[in-house]
């Protein structure tokens, strides 16, 4: 295996699950081992090693490649470090089968932080290198939660004139994602005894009409409504919950839904609309948003001449886009330019089985490389 290739191999053998997955102290809890590992590895590479502290025990790691002279510019490498947990141990052990490496955060995202990391020890150690770019690995916690470390980055810089986020594109650019906004609606009825309903409200029941009118009439306005890069928009409804008990009209009933937003939309806009097509359809709920932070799209222009350089390093002669969300927006909020780029697929990320191509990895740094090196 190649250093690279081992490096990922050690990645996914130091489990680095979401905090918010598991119970307080669990063994596979947090990112703090992987961020240790990679700060041992990017000091013997002769990089500055400084933490961002995100939550308790929990920090973002900031590797820097300082040019000799005085910084023009500055690019972000910026995969995240957590995983979702897997019910499997054996996720947790890398497994190599026929050019793919098996574990948990294989694809989402440790061949990213795998491909990135090399790239930048790689430039460090020899050849052309930067003379007026600084190049800084940030290497996030909590993206599969709340995005804890790329507010953080937002919020405190540094900021940079172009952010790279690594998730599995595909080895593409991607310079826009959909947003994502999670919304709860409530109905309330009134309870009565299951043998007297007509004595009732059944709160269930107008929630049934209103998950209808989501998953039909709404769906099919969002339809309409297209991107050139990442296709419509969408509604989800993922979760409900009503009623205590068989005998007994349920008095409140509970759904959440997912809502893609594409640019150019907002929440507050979704929320509206949906307000205004159960009024039209003399539907009543409560409606209030589940996220504390906002996960707006990503666009990002592919005029910029980072983004026009990084594309022609990747030879892709047009940008793409991609469904999920991910911190390339929010670093964009924060006033980074971000693109999105990694190797594997997002259709394994996640999965029982989740794997990566080891060439894949290879073919990323292989990029990654080659952009860092045509910086001034």
């Known amino acids: 295996m190649t250093r690279t290739q081992k490096l990922l191999r050690e990645l996914i053998a130091l489990p680095s699950v979401n905090s918010a ?44 490649l300082t040019p000799p002279g005085r910084p023009r510019q500055r690019v972000l490498l910026a995969p995240h470090l957590d995983t979702v947990d897997a019910a499997d141990e054996g996720q947790f052990s890398p497994r190599l089968k026929g050019g793919r ?8 995202t440790k061949g990213s932080v795998a491909a990135m990391m090399a790239a930048v020890c790689e430039v460090a150690a020899g050849g052309r290198r930067p003379m007026s770019t600084e190049i800084i690995f940030a290497g996030l916690v909590d993206e599969e939660m ?12 540094p900021k940079a004139d172009l952010a790279i986020v690594g998730e ?20 309330r009825g009134r309870a009565a005894h299951g043998a007297r309903p007509e004595l009732g409200r059944n709160a269930v029941h107008e929630m049934a009409r209103i998950v209808d009118l989501l998953e039909t009439e ?11 890069l990442l296709g419509h928009a969408t509604v989800n409804v993922g979760t409900i919950e009503g009623g205590v008990q068989t005998n007994i009209v349920p008095a409140r009933c509970v759904i959440t839904i997912d809502r893609r937003t594409l640019p150019g939309e907002s929440d507050a806009g979704a929320r509206r609309e949906i307000g205004r097509l159960l009024r ?24 910029l001449p980072l983004v026009r350089q990084f594309l022609h390093c990747a030879g892709q002669a047009r940008p793409a886009g991609v469904d999920y969300f991910c911190d390339a927006a929010v670093l964009a909020s924060g006033g980074t330019p971000s693109v999105v780029f990694g190797p594997g697929d997002i259709a394994q990320a996640h999965t029982d ?10 073919r990323a740094k292989g990029i990654l490389v080659n952009f860092l090196r045509s910086l001034p």
């Open 21 to 64: 997955f598991l119970p307080p102290k669990h063994p596979r809890a947090g990112e703090k081992k992987v961020a240790g590992y990679l700060a041992s590895i990017a000091k013997k590479a002769g990089l500055e090693v400084h933490w961002q502290k995100v939550f308790p025990g929990r920090s973002n790691l900031l590797a820097r």
């Open 101 to 108: 490496l098996h574990g948990r955060g294989a694809c989402d």
């Open 146 to 157: 709340a995005q804890g470390g790329s507010r953080a980055l937002a919020a405190a810089g």
């Open 168 to 187: 599995p594109t595909c080895l593409r650019v991607v310079t826009c994602h959909k947003g994502d906004l999670w919304l709860e609606l409530v109905t």
């Open 218 to 228: 709404y769906a099919s306005m969002l339809r309409g409504r297209r991107h050139p």
């Open 280 to 303: 039209r359809n003399r539907l009543k709920a409560s409606l209030a948003s589940r996220k504390t932070a906002p996960c707006r799209p990503l666009e990002t222009s592919a005029k």
């Open 353 to 362: 089985d989740e794997w990566i191509s080891l060439a894949a990895v290879e």
